[in-house]
């Protein structure tokens, strides 16, 4: 039995600006390179109904966790047993927004003219975990790319966009049939109901609130303030359906500026809390460097100076925004790791040891064999673009959770006696 004294005072009293702070922190941690580009991509290879394909299970997978770990203790529990994968997690996101830095958001820089900035990129997230409270960097960060949005539809931007409509007709050319987006809305679904529960940053949210102000973070986090930020996406993406090579009429730089100032503050935001979540020993204690930490930290501080280097040494090569036609395998293999590899994870792995018990080598082979069978449809569905492979894919995933059998230490208890039965006496000796 949970006691008034087992939970912290400020949990018990948790003022309101507290809830909407945690709130802040939710969306602004989950608002990264996903949420800020893949709709890019999925509006150009299946259309608009995409979009809802994407944002409705985002939501409502993210904000569910708050109410599904309600429970005390039970957060704390997950991530006892499955902590290397939550670091795993981690250190996936770190790796994944490096590339994304270097791809998208320094060549927009460069195409923007505003390469000075471009080392800051790389230095913010390290700056960022080592000082201040992480909740009050968040709240700027989102301020920021709130900001951004407002400007964006106060200035009527989109309409800056050079031939915006004759690309947007160009490109439903080459989408595939509506019907295509059935299969697209499976691995999403699989994928945001899943992979929360593998997020260190709202593990620390969760644990850091009693359980009614958790839930009410989570839903105003991700029902509202992150739905705002995956809705300025869809406005700006058209920045991304054509290449800006020399000599192309550009949009006019402050409407670059914008999507520019969004994506750099919230990749680098994103970057520092799982910096942070990497050097904690648990989700509510102080973060510190070790070696879960100090490797990335370590490589974005030396590409930081190299990029500082280019800039003021010899001529620095002016990049190109990359446009959403481009193959962008790159970016495709990296989601196979939330649309396959974490949410295979947390069904086959952590699902069935969600009460009580520590995976098995049972558990790993069904996940090696789910991945197995699972990887080529997926391979095809992305990146041959042959997306019904997709629905092989998922339906591999889900059937192997038939082959994970109960730990043995989460057996059912014996059922107790029926009325008039007889107590059970002591045991005899022999």
């Known amino acids: 039995m949970i006691t008034l004294a087992a939970v912290p005072h400020e949990q018990l009293h948790a003022p309101r600006l507290a809830r909407l702070t945690w709130a802040i922190y939710l ?53 006892a047993r499955h902590r290397p994968a939550m670091r795993a997690f981690s250190l996936v996101t770190i790796a994944f927004h490096g590339v994304f830095l270097a791809l998208v958001v320094a060549p927009l820089a460069r195409v923007a003219d505003a390469e000075p900035i471009v080392p800051l990129l790389y230095a913010g997230p390290p700056l960022l975990a080592a000082i201040g409270p992480e909740r009050a960097w968040a709240a700027l960060a989102y301020a920021a790319s709130l900001a951004c949005l407002a400007l ?13 409509e004759v690309m947007a007709r160009s490109i ?36 850091a609130q009693a359980a009614g102000a958790a839930r009410l973070s989570f839903t105003i986090g991700f029902g509202v303030l992150f739905a705002l930020m995956i809705l300025f996406t869809a406005a700006y993406a058209p920045v991304f359906w054509e290449t800006y090579r020399p000599g192309a009429v550009l949009p006019p730089r402050s ?14 935001l994103t970057t520092a809390l799982h910096l942070r979540a990497l050097g904690r020993a648990n989700a509510v204690a102080p973060s510190r460097l070790n070696a879960w930490n100090a490797g990335p930290v370590a490589l974005l501080l030396a590409i930081a100076g190299a990029e500082l280097y280019a800039n003021v040494g ?17 970016y495709r293999l990296f989601m196979s790791f939330y649309g396959l590899v974490f949410p295979a994870y947390a069904l086959l792995v952590m699902a069935p040891t969600w009460r009580r018990g520590r995976p098995t080598l049972r558990h790993w082979v069904v996940l090696a064999f789910a991945l197995a069978c699972a990887a080529p ?37 014996a059922p107790s006696p029926g009325p008039g039965a007889a107590p059970p006496g002591p045991p005899r000796s022999r």
């Open 377 to 413: 449809a997926f391979w095809l569905g992305f990146i041959e673009r042959r997306s019904w492979w997709l629905v092989l894919g998922v339906g591999a995933i889900v059937l192997c959770r038939g082959l994970i059998r109960p730990p043995a230490d989460a057996a059912p208890p």
């Open 27 to 79: 969306a602004a941690s989950w608002t990264w390179c996903i949420g800020m580009f893949l709709p890019a991509i999925l509006d150009r290879d299946f259309g608009p109904l995409s979009f809802l394909a994407f944002a409705i299970p985002n939501v409502l997978g993210a904000a569910a966790m708050g109410w599904v770990l309600a429970r005390p203790g039970k957060s704390e529990a997950l991530v």
């Open 314 to 330: 010899p001529a620095y090569a002016r990049g190109l925004a990359p446009p959403v036609s481009d193959p962008k395998t790159w």
């Open 172 to 207: 439903e050319l080459s989408r595939l049939p509506a019907a295509h987006v059935l299969p697209l809305a499976g691995v999403c679904t699989l994928g945001f109901l899943l992979c929360p529960y593998l997020d260190l940053t709202f593990h620390r949210a969760r644990q």
């Open 152 to 164: 964006w539809v106060v200035t009527g931007a989109r309409a800056t966009i050079p031939d915006v």
């Open 255 to 268: 409407t670059l500026l914008l999507v520019l100032v969004h994506l750099g503050v919230q990749t680098a």
